[in-house]
């Protein structure tokens, strides 16, 4: 099993959304209900705290001209960078009540993002078009999570954890439809939920799994080719970075209650496996 690297441990109550950003060589994250946004520079080894929203930032893209596009409380949108924060979008109505949380962008700057489910309704899952403007792609979801698309980009992958399936869409890249939703796979009851997922350069899914310590690693066809341990029970998110993408950054939560949660319960983690993954593709969001 490779080496897990601790990277930094800011105590995260939700570590999350772990994202490469090419154009820095630099990797960000966030820990989701406090607002804070944090950035690690891997070749100085330097990480920091770089900015706290005073609301919850669910999770973020990176868009073309390098800012941060954050997806936040309320359907909130916004752009980040270097602590100016424009505003896209100021609440989305039927979630002033809710939140966004993972979210991811496709192949043509378009971004795909979930919000979580309240009291009343169901979560839902939003597609962002270029120029803005929202349609809502599913209407009955738990808790939206990690999502991102097989090499030959004719399908999404997309977690729902309330569930504990990940599922698989087909997807046009034409036009951003979705379509044959379909279960890939279903987590056991007793081994956690399945939480954010990245796939790598060979179509291998990647799924951080919270409840269960541990990141899993799938074959195209949904079987297990790996399962790596973490000191932390709620794994969160993965994501490949580096200069050649074969670091894998692994976030975690539960940082307010280690003792329960593990010693390195809401840290950053990284690992080296030998694998390769892909860049991001990056957001166009109004630009």
Avoid at 51 to 72: C, K, N
Avoid at 195 to 216: K, M
């Amino acid at each position: 099993m490779p080496e897990i690297e601790l990277i930094a441990d800011y105590g995260c109550v939700v570590g999350e959304g772990p994202m490469w950003h090419p154009l820095e060589q630099c990797l960000y994250w966030l820990d989701i209900p406090m607002g804070k946004l944090f950035r690690f520079d891997p070749a100085s080894g330097k990480h920091e705290h770089v900015y706290e929203a005073g609301e919850a930032i669910g999770g973020f893209t990176v868009q073309a001209d390098g800012s941060l596009l954050l997806f936040m409380a309320r359907g909130a949108i916004k752009t980040w960078r270097a602590g100016q924060v424009t505003t896209i979008i100021d609440e989305i109505p039927e979630e002033r009540h809710t939140r966004f949380n993972d979210v991811v962008a496709d192949p043509a700057g378009r971004v795909y993002g979930g919000t979580m489910a309240t009291a009343d309704r169901p979560g839902r899952l939003y597609r962002v078009d270029l120029d803005g403007s929202l349609t809502v792609m599913l209407d009955a979801v738990g808790i939206p999570n990690g999502m991102d698309f097989t090499l030959d980009l004719t399908r999404m992958y997309f977690t729902d954890s309330a569930s504990r399936a990940i599922h698989l869409f087909d997807y046009d890249q034409a036009t951003g439809a979705l379509s044959n939703q379909r279960v890939w796979i279903e987590t056991p009851r007793d081994r956690g939920v399945p939480d954010g997922l990245t796939v790598d350069s060979e179509g291998y899914v990647w799924s951080a799994r919270w409840d269960d310590g541990a990141l899993y690693r799938y074959t195209p066809s949904g079987e297990v080719d790996q399962r790596i341990e973490f000191p932390a029970r709620k794994v969160s998110s993965v994501v490949f970075g580096g200069p050649d993408y074969r670091d894998v950054y692994v976030t975690t939560a539960g940082g307010d209650n280690k003792p329960v949660e593990g010693p390195g319960a809401g840290a950053l983690f990284r690992l080296r496996p030998g694998i390769q993954g892909r860049p991001p593709f990056l957001s166009r969001i109004r630009l």
